[in-house]
């Protein structure tokens, strides 16, 4: 038992370190990351003699117990470099936690390594990152899924027992569905945003990637609440996630989206989900087809809107007072140079294309069209939970894709398709595993609930993963 202890569920571990301790956890997974982070580049930045925890004079809940979460590179911690996998914030060192950072450890627990991801979460496939590209544990041929698949792979390797990703697109639950995990996104202000390094501020949201669903909803547990250091964090009651978790989907309407079963919808993927919905309802759920007719413009919308808000943060980093500084005497040759030098080529892009939809003379014709769009598709969904309680689809229209296969941007963006409409509308989604290709790769399943309804995604996630019990496990964890 001792040797595999990085085998645990995040559950297991808080078990584990409550009737032991957290120590031995620590070193399995120091070994495991030392075996196989040389071979999937997953975890970008972690010092095995340092775990960060809370302050000793601060008061802490044992709730986790000393167990360590992973965190997706853009979220602050204090006095440790964060630099959203890019080159422009090298040696950027944060003086203050992120919130969920601070729910972390005020719960108990800590704080283990940073996770490798596309350069400032502009990605589906973590092959943008200035520090090396990620590979998928299942087959390191391919992709982990983007932006936060260092986390994804992470936890599907078994180097971390759970971690944190942000969504802004669908990043954590592609790569959630490319990795075999389970990745939550919760409700556009349920987790606080403080210390997020923003991209698109009116779409982010942190949220849990693990093991399985009860993992989840402990981490949800830990990281949701209101917290108003984010004016976008909303003053509602959470709920105790994991009480919440029955097997019971009994009564329970699931739609399904006609829009989102299209051509380019792989085969084996529309039909392990559609069979997913089979079993649904045979555990007693009603299955309808529903309409979410604006979704064919999702995507466009999402482009224009995101990119705006990107192009705007990231006005920031110009070498004054983040991370990295070009080394020239000349103050506006300083900025040029440190912007030109500091990021990729899809940032580049992305603020390109954000300036420009944001721009007199274009402006209406792109960004205030493309808001008055997405208003179209909240509608579609609120008018979608009148008749239904939840949303089934395919988290991605493929499973894993090869490295360095999806050359033009356009095909990389379409890639979001099923997973960014719930983002323009802020309502919560899971990506959970419902099968495994004939080529042995992941297949996920994405649950979408009324904004602030969690509960009712986790406990529809929970019955069925209990139900599937699903075995295959990435090649990475079986060869050891
Ligand atoms: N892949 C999407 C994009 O490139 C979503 C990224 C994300 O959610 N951060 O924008």
């Given at each position: 038992m001792t040797d595999d202890l990085y085998k645990l569920t995040l559950t297991e571990a808080v078990r584990f370190a409550g009737e032991n301790s957290a120590a031995p956890l620590l070193d399995a997974l120091r070994d495991r990351v030392a075996a196989v982070n040389p071979k999937i580049n997953a975890i970008l930045r972690f010092d095995p003699k340092r775990v960060i925890q809370a302050d000793p004079?601060?008061?802490?809940?044992?709730?986790?117990?000393?167990?360590?979460?992973?965190?997706?590179?853009?979220?602050?911690?204090?006095?440790?470099?964060?630099?959203?996998?890019?080159?422009?914030?090298?040696?950027?060192?944060?003086?203050?936690?992120?919130?969920?950072?601070?729910?972390?450890?005020?719960?108990?627990?800590?704080?283990?390594?940073?996770?490798?991801?596309?350069?400032?979460?502009?990605?589906?496939?973590?092959?943008?990152?200035?520090?090396?590209?990620?590979?998928?544990?299942?087959?390191?041929?391919?992709?982990?899924?983007?932006?936060?698949?260092?986390?994804?792979?992470?936890?599907?390797?078994?180097?971390?027992?759970?971690?944190?990703?942000?969504?802004?697109?669908?990043?954590?639950?592609?790569?959630?569905?490319?990795?075999?995990?389970?990745?939550?996104?919760?409700?556009?202000?349920?987790?606080?945003?403080?210390?997020?390094?923003?991209?698109?501020?009116?779409?982010?949201?942190?949220?849990?990637?693990?093991?399985?669903?009860?993992?989840?909803?402990?981490?949800?547990?830990?990281?949701?609440?209101?917290?108003p250091m984010d004016s976008t964090s909303v003053n509602v009651p959470v709920p105790d996630y994991v009480k919440g978790l029955k097997r019971d989907v009994k009564g329970l309407r699931i739609g399904l989206p006609e829009e989102f079963f299209i051509e380019g919808l792989d085969g084996e993927i529309e039909k392990s989900v559609r069979q997913a919905a089979e079993t649904l309802k045979r555990l007693g759920a009603e299955i309808k087809t529903i309409q979410l007719p604006h979704t064919p413009q999702s995507v466009a919308v999402y482009y224009i809107v995101a990119v705006a808000e990107a192009s705007s943060n990231l006005g920031r980093f110009d070498g004054v007072r983040y991370g990295f500084r070009a080394d020239t005497r000349d103050l506006k040759d300083m900025y040029l140079q440190t912007r030109e030098q500091g990021f990729g080529a899809e940032a580049k892009r992305r603020i390109l294309l954000g300036t420009f939809v944001l721009s007199s003379g274009y402006y209406d014709a792109y960004y205030l069209k493309g808001q008055k769009v997405r208003t179209l598709i909240r509608h579609d969904f609120a008018k979608a939970f009148e008749e239904v309680d939840l949303i089934l689809s395919p988290t991605a229209p493929t499973a894993a894709f090869k490295i360095g296969e999806k050359t033009d941007p356009l095909s990389m963006y379409l890639s979001d398709i099923f997973t960014i409409p719930a983002n323009l509308a802020?309502?919560?989604?899971?990506?959970l595993p419902c099968g495994v290709t004939s080529e042995g790769l992941p297949i996920g399943l994405q649950l979408m609930g009324r904004h602030f309804e969690e509960e009712t995604l986790l406990r529809a996630a929970y019955t069925f993963e209990k139900e599937i019990q699903l075995k295959q496990k990435p090649q990475v964890v079986s060869a050891g």
């Open positions: 004079r601060e008061t802490v809940s044992t709730g986790l117990n000393g167990v360590p979460v992973a965190i997706k590179d853009n979220i602050c911690i204090d006095g440790v470099e964060t630099t959203c996998a890019s080159k422009i914030l090298k040696g950027h060192i944060p003086p203050y936690h992120a919130a969920v950072i601070q729910k972390i450890l005020a719960s108990g627990g800590t704080l283990f390594g940073q996770c490798n991801m596309d350069e400032f979460a502009f990605g589906s496939s973590s092959e943008t990152s200035a520090y090396g590209l990620v590979r998928n544990p299942w087959n390191t041929e391919c992709v982990p899924g983007g932006s936060s698949g260092g986390s994804a792979a992470a936890v599907a390797s078994d180097m971390a027992f759970a971690a944190l990703g942000s969504d802004t697109g669908g990043s954590i639950r592609q790569p959630a569905a490319f990795c075999g995990v389970v990745g939550l996104k919760p409700t556009y202000g349920r987790v606080s945003r403080y210390g997020l390094i923003a991209f698109g501020s009116s779409f982010d949201q942190i949220g849990p990637l693990t093991k399985n669903v009860e993992d989840a909803a402990l981490l949800m547990n830990v990281i949701a609440g209101h917290d802020g309502v919560p989604a899971i990506s």
